[in-house]
């Protein structure tokens, strides 16, 4: 389970969905966003597998599809497409799980890099999520992502809040400050109800290394907040290839050990990770990724 951001787990148009692409170093930056499209996949616990593919051209135009093989055989499918008026509509598939149809706004700040765009989603749950003992078939919410660049810093936020007192109300806040030109520090906070994760980090680009940090706390997905830490190191042997590897410690997980690859041009990245034995996964993991870029 490899140390990201929300940025990277990604908060654009749907809590599920980012603007950058998936990557084995530099998890702090404030790069502006730019366009790409990856295709990447993975296999865990010997025979199980998954795939996904995105397509980003900025933060409310975009499509993926990703794919979980699982005793359900997981499929997730989104897109937006943001209209010259600065409208966009949207749409997900959780197979198994809801559907989910967005229409919103993107307000343009003076940069024009940075953005509110407010919206309103409808989520149908086909009759099967249960929440505090009450079955939810469908709700309404209010959905605003922001981002801001600051001079050499980027902040970014937003919530989700539902109609339904019943289902909770969701926020996040992302803050990267650029320290020195090769040390970016930052901090992330998501928020669901009572739930918290929160994280701190860096990384730092003393030639040719690069470093990555980052300690916090996860109470969104376990019964009880979790503590962790993670450090990354990368040897950039020249302009394209580097290497390194990577440690990382879930409270009451077992210690899990990783190795990295990445070949980057300046059109496309390829990177592989493997990681060995652990809790997260008994026979380890292998994930294959490769990024292009484009205009």
Request: charged content about 25%; overall charge negative; glycine content about 8%.
């Amino acid at each position: 389970m490899a140390a990201v951001s929300p940025r990277n787990y990604g908060w654009g148009f749907w809590v599920e969905d980012g603007d950058f692409e998936w990557d084995v170093d530099s998890w702090y930056s404030i790069d502006e966003v730019y366009k790409y499209a990856e295709f990447g996949g993975g296999v865990y616990e010997g025979d199980q597998f998954f795939t996904g593919f995105k397509y980003f051209i900025n933060e409310q135009t975009f499509a993926t599809i990703n794919f979980e093989e699982e005793s359900a055989n997981t499929m997730y499918l989104a897109g937006s497409y943001l209209f010259n008026n600065d409208f966009f509509l949207g749409a997900a598939i959780l197979t198994n799980d809801h559907t989910k149809v967005s229409s919103g706004y993107r307000f343009n700040l003076t940069d024009e890099k940075s953005f509110v765009a407010a919206s309103i989603d409808y989520k149908d749950y086909k009759g099967k999520a249960m929440i505090e003992g009450k079955a939810i078939d469908n709700l309404f919410a209010l959905e605003v992502n922001s981002k801001f660049f600051i001079n050499n810093a980027l902040i970014e936020a937003g919530f989700w809040v539902p109609d339904d007192s019943d289902v909770d109300t969701t926020y996040y806040f992302s803050s990267y400050i650029k320290v020195y030109d090769n040390l970016v520090i930052g901090a992330d906070l998501i928020g669901k109800d009572s739930d918290l994760y929160a994280s701190a980090g860096l990384t730092w680009k003393p030639e040719p290394f690069i470093v990555d940090a980052q300690v916090g706390v996860d109470g969104i997905d376990f019964d009880d907040d979790k503590y962790f830490f993670y450090l990354s190191g990368m040897y950039r042997l020249n302009d394209n290839f580097s290497f390194g590897c990577e440690v990382g410690k879930y409270e009451d997980y077992d210690t899990e050990y990783s190795i990295k690859f990445k070949y980057a041009t300046d059109k496309n990245t390829f990177a592989a990770v493997y990681a060995f034995d652990n809790d997260w996964c008994e026979d380890g993991y292998l994930w294959l990724n490769n990024t292009w870029y484009f205009e």
